[in-house]
């Protein structure tokens, strides 16, 4: 065995069987504290479950998510559910195949207990709002700040002998932690307005707990004043950037400041134009009309004679005149399509009508590119050439009434290219603020544990292996027994006492019987050092300075 492990082994038997005994137990002690330290502080973070419920349906709940092996928590209102982060959908689910929770607030578990028969239409259309009316609730509470929330809606009705159709309506109360509320609302009033068949936002009203009117009647952020003021921005932020694009690379970050306000109209409108186009025609129809007529007349005489007169006489007849005509006629139509366009345009976009633009420049960055002797007339030259870049950059137009300035100024400090502090390591860390509280939190619970406990119970080892320092005679009596420097100097005068005996010589069991009676010298001033040392010292230099004195 090396001899590392033997002394190891050695220095352990040493301490005995009591003292190793309350080390194991401290040092069981340290570890289990340790670790149920370490359990608490890390255990997985909770997200709601279910908010407002019933004690019966919190009690139901508790049961199946323990017997499923989900990890669960009551809120500290005794209505609230939590489970580990992760976990809600799978516990969510099992639940509604259980049918929880049952509270009055529930969503399209109402159908689960509503029967098929004797169920009139306005029953189920009562039941179907309530379900509505809980599912959205739930939807709600699970944004963050939102702790409870309360869903009524009104549902628009068609009658028999009404002209106008009620429009469907509905009202939101929330309980909110933090400050804003006003924020939240504007999006609770967006989600309830896509949830109900026909609603507007603007037809959702939304309070708090303490009946502070969030949000109601229309969308200020759907206005034509919000609408230019973003579209301003937007077109002003973009602008900015631009001439930042272009002058960073030539006169650096911080050497330079633009300023754009630009003037836009965001008016709607709605062209519509037919334009006809004289040299292109088209054939549309061609109707063709043709009439050919022929007469052919002709007429027998008889000739007037005696003969007419004689019964059974046939007289001879000649021929007549004759007339013979022929007529044709045609007649054709053609209509012609003269070509159209039709063009409907509609515009919801903007129109820039006036830009101004200023920039001021570092003085000293442009002395610095020019040199130190630069003169105004460079600097000026120079600031022109910047100006029909940033002009460039920027699309300025004269005749829209543009105005653009550049000039070249002194930066106060901090403005010429200086480091800018960068945001501190609390900043940097912020994502990670609880972990670092739990770690912090774990360090102090160890240092805690090892400072006021295994210090104290070690320190109370380590005196228990000392002699008593209480035990025996007290100081007065120590010092009594010592000598005086009369008699320390005739101790020195005496003769030496005889050597030792060998070993395994028996010793004179008087001297021994004397010695534990009346200990050395030697042995009662360490006893009184043990007891109090400053008052041996004292007694000490007065030893020493007695000898002086007498010299």
Known sequence: MPEQIQSIIANLKSFGV?????????????MAVIGVASVYLNRPAYETLYVGLERSDVNQIGLVLADAGI???????????????????????????????????AGYELFDNVGSLGLTSFMQQITRVRALEGEIARTIQSIAGVKAARVHIVMSERAN?????????????????????????MSIRHLVAAAVPGLSADKVTVLDSNG???????????????????VEQTVEAQIGDNIRRALTPYLGPDNFRASVK??????TRQTEETIFDPESRVERSV?????NEASNQKQASTPTSVEQNLPETQTTTTDGPQSTSQNDRKEEVTNYEINSKKIATVSNGYTVTKMSIAVVVNQDRLKTILGKDATPEQIAKRVAEIQKMVASATGFDDKRGDVIDVSAVEFISG?????????????????????????????????????????PMAAALTAQAKPPA?????????????????????????????????????????????????????????RMVDINEERTAQILRKWAAAPEAAA
């Open 287 to 291: 109707q063709s009309v043709k009439t």
């Open 415 to 455: 403005l010429d290219g200086e480091p800018v502090d960068q945001p501190g390591i609390l900043a940097s860390i912020g994502t990670y603020t609880g972990t670092l509280i739990n770690a912090g939190a774990f360090i102090v619970v160890v240092f805690l544990v090892a400072f006021f406990g295994l210090k």
């Open 262 to 267: 630009a003037d836009v109209n965001t008016d």
């Open 18 to 30: 009591r003292r190793l005994a309350l080390m194991g137990g401290i040092a069981a002690l340290v």
């Open 470 to 526: 209480l035990a025996g005679p007290s100081f007065d009596d120590v010092q009594r027994s010592l000598p005086t420097p009369e008699a320390v100097a005739a101790i020195a005068a005496e003769p030496p006492p005889p050597a030792p005996a060998l070993p395994g010589a028996r010793a004179n069991p008087l001297d021994d019987l004397r010695q534990k009676i009346r200990p050395a010298p030697q042995e009662r001033l360490a």
């Open 212 to 230: 502070n009117l969030l949000a109601a009647g229309d969308d200020p952020s759907n206005t034509s004043a919000a609408r230019t003021l973003g």
């Open 71 to 105: 990890g669960f928590d009551v809120g500290s209102d005794g209505t609230s559910v939590l489970v580990p982060a992760g976990t809600t959908a799978q516990a969510r689910m099992l639940l509604a195949e259980k049918g929880l929770p049952t509270s009055s607030n």
């Open 161 to 185: 002998f009404r002209r106008d159709e009620q429009q469907p309506s509905a009202s939101v109360v929330i309980r909110y932690a933090g400050n804003d509320a006003e924020k939240s609302a």
